[in-house]
T-cell receptor
Framework: AQTVTQSQPEMSVQEAETVTLSCTYD???????LFWYKQPPSRQMILVIR??????QNATENRFSVNFQKAAKSFSLKISDSQLGDAAMYFC??????????????FGTGTKLQVIP | DGGITQSPKYLFRKEGQNVTLSCEQN?????MYWYRQDPGQGLRLIYY???????QKGDIAEGYSVSREKKESFPLTVTSAQKNPTAFYLC??????????????FGPGTRLTVL
């Protein structure tokens, strides 16, 4: 079974600085998808960024980017120019790329990010 | 605006009562999901449905039941058989297609507390 590990329960960053959140996963598959979700104090899960394993290029969404290391099974999230609104719980998630039928999404336990003014 | 709505936002239940959590989506998604979130844990899948009138158990289905009579709606009933129902419940939906298009999108959640 696939597992997703977020080894940093909490992190903090100064406003306008850059922070990197770590995520590792365990799988024997070659085709899969990886996601980062943000859960602010409102508790609604918001998709931040997603990566397809067959793409070598790292995904980027404005101030958010990933460092996808397939051989190392690592999928870290970098937040540049951190803003107060970035303070939230961040979850890393994995989904198999098998076609057809339901593919379970496995979530990590989350990293709580604090942004210091 | 397209999205997923959940109601109520907060729900209180007495022991021995069944309660139903509502989830509605107007994204025209085929697939819908229910997750439970406890402090310090990730999301755990309760039930999922890939198509109307069909649903499957997830990892922690005991004490829960669902129905999928309409594409837009996927209500979750927490029964008295659920021994520890106090938690935050999240509903999600996705297009149901393989690939990145099957990204799950979430509703705002319901906080259930057993008194």
């Amino acid at each position: 079974a696939q597992t997703v590990t977020q080894s940093q329960p909490e992190m903090s960053v100064q406003e306008a600085e850059t922070v990197t959140l770590s995520c590792t996963y365990d799988t024997s598959e070659s085709d899969y998808y990886l996601f980062w979700y943000k859960q602010p104090p409102s508790r609604q899960m918001i998709l931040v960024i997603r990566q397809e394993a067959y793409k070598q290029q790292n995904a980027t969404e404005n101030r958010f980017s990933v460092n996808f290391q397939k051989a190392a099974k690592s999928f870290s999230l970098k937040i540049s120019d951190s803003q107060l609104g970035d303070a939230a719980m961040y979850f890393c998630a994995y989904r198999s790329g098998h076609s057809g039928g339901y593919q379970k999404v496995t979530f990590g336990t989350g990293t709580k990010l604090q942004v210091i003014p | 605006d397209g999205g997923i709505t959940q109601s109520p936002k907060y729900l209180f239940r007495k022991e021995g009562q069944n309660v139903t959590l509502s989830c509605e989506q107007n994204l025209n998604h085929d697939a819908m999901y229910w997750y439970r979130q406890d402090p310090g844990q990730g999301l755990r899948l309760i039930y999922y449905s890939q198509i109307v009138n069909d649903f499957q158990k997830g990892d922690i289905a005991e004490g829960y039941s669902v129905s999928r009579e309409k594409k837009e709606s996927f209500p979750l009933t927490v029964t008295s058989a659920q021994k520890n129902p106090t938690a935050f419940y999240l509903c999600a939906s996705s297009k149901g297609l393989a690939g990145v298009k099957d990204t799950q999108y979430f509703g705002p959640g319901t906080r259930l507390t057993v008194l």
